[in-house]
Nanobody, 116 residues
Framework: QVQLVESGGGLVQPGESLRLSCAAS??????????WGWYRQAPGKQRELVAR???????NYADSVKGRFTISRDGDKNTVYLQMNSLKPEDTAVYYC????????WGQGTQVTVSS
């Protein structure tokens, strides 16, 4: 079973930055061979995929975050990161990570609130 622990969220003002981390752990687990994604879920809305990275390192972003967010990973630490710059109030949500295309059980997520 694989455990996912997201961290790094918080309350920031518009225009500021945050870096989210997602630590993956568990048995029979090959972090480097998997794709990973960062998702977010705002109140009253469905969970959406905002950034993804393939096992080969290619990245893809939702239009709403393109140019502001950067996904990366560290195979030595089994950790996926999401660097979020120029944050906007509409980025407010709980952020989750998971593997792609077959997700594990979801972690608890990390709350990001962008407000002045």
């Amino acid at each position: 079973q694989v455990q996912l622990v997201e961290s790094g969220g918080g309350l920031v003002q518009p225009g500021e930055s945050l870096r989210l981390s997602c630590a993956a752990s568990g048995s029979i687990f090959r972090f480097r061979t998997m794709g990973w994604g960062w998702y977010r879920q705002a109140p009253g809305k469905q969970r959406e995929l905002v950034a993804r990275i393939t096992s080969g390192g290619s990245t893809n972003y939702a239009d709403s975050v393109k140019g502001r967010f950067t996904i990366s990973r560290d195979g030595d630490k089994n950790t996926v990161y999401l660097q979020m710059n120029s944050l906007k109030p509409e980025d407010t949500a709980v952020y989750y990570c998971n593997s792609l295309p077959s997700p594990f059980s979801w972690g608890q997520g990390t709350q990001v609130t962008v407000s002045s």
